[in-house]
């Protein structure tokens, strides 16, 4: 299986701050990857797909890059509802995995 | 508007079978997929399985063969068996959409929390 990890696994930051999340493949994914928001007892929610493409709804401070086998999320502001648990997932072979997630607090 | 919906007992004894249902509105099973995946508390994600759209299945080789995964088109629902229950497989339980002809979940329900204990 491919492994995906994530770092750092949490951080803080300051309202406006820009915010960067990493991935990292095991093998090359071919930008086969999307990135996930989980909120405290609620269910995962699409951000990015294919590396860099905006899902529908979300914001556009949300972006996404990278290609081989590293990629980023990025948040270009960070605001009070962007807290939450982030993940990365690969959809470039089965079974689809997904990295350990990223802790975002606002400080 | 496109929606999923989890149901299923919340406790479940060691070694017996879990069974939840997935029920959909918004989108025919006909045309899209759909996932289960699992979370343990406070941990990541893990993928269990898929129903597709023509009827056929996929599995996580790391169950083995204690999962089945099954559908009743006319009545929205995809069904999830699995077997042999160990405290391990405490979580919650999620049925998600596939997005066009990716592998990636766009849609999710609302998850169904399990816990395996006697």
């Known amino acids: 299986d491919i492994q995906m990890t994530q770092s750092p696994a949490s951080l803080s930051a300051s309202l406006g701050e820009t915010v960067s999340i990493e991935c990292l493949a095991s093998?090359?994914?071919?930008?086969?990857l999307a990135w996930y928001q989980q909120k405290p007892g609620k269910s995962p929610q699409l951000l990015i797909y294919g590396a860099s493409s905006l899902q529908d709804g979300v914001p556009s401070r949300f972006s996404g890059s990278g290609s081989g086998t590293q990629y980023s999320l990025k948040i270009s502001g960070m605001q009070p509802e962007d807290e939450g648990v982030y993940y990365c997932q690969q959809g470039y072979k089965y079974p689809p995995t997904f990295g350990g997630g990223t802790k975002l607090e606002l400080k | 508007q496109v929606q999923l919906k989890e149901s299923g007992p919340g406790l479940v004894q060691p070694s017996q079978t879990l069974s939840l249902t997935c029920t959909v509105s918004?989108?025919?099973?006909?045309?899209?997929?759909v996932h289960w995946v699992r979370q343990h508390s406070g941990k990541s994600l893990e993928w269990m399985g898929r129903m597709w759209s023509d009827g056929d299945t996929s599995y996580n080789s790391a169950f083995t063969s204690r999962l089945s995964i099954s559908r009743d088109t006319s009545k929205s629902q995809v069904f999830l068996k699995m077997n042999s229950l160990q405290t391990e497989d405490t979580g919650t339980y999620y049925c998600?959409?596939?997005?066009?002809?990716?592998?990636?979940?766009?849609?999710w329900g609302q998850g169904v929390m399990v816990t395996v204990s006697s």
């Open positions: 093998e090359g994914i071919s930008n086969s």
């Open positions: 998600a959409r596939n997005m066009y002809t990716t592998d990636y979940f766009d849609y």
């Open positions: 918004g989108f025919s099973l006909t045309s899209y997929s």
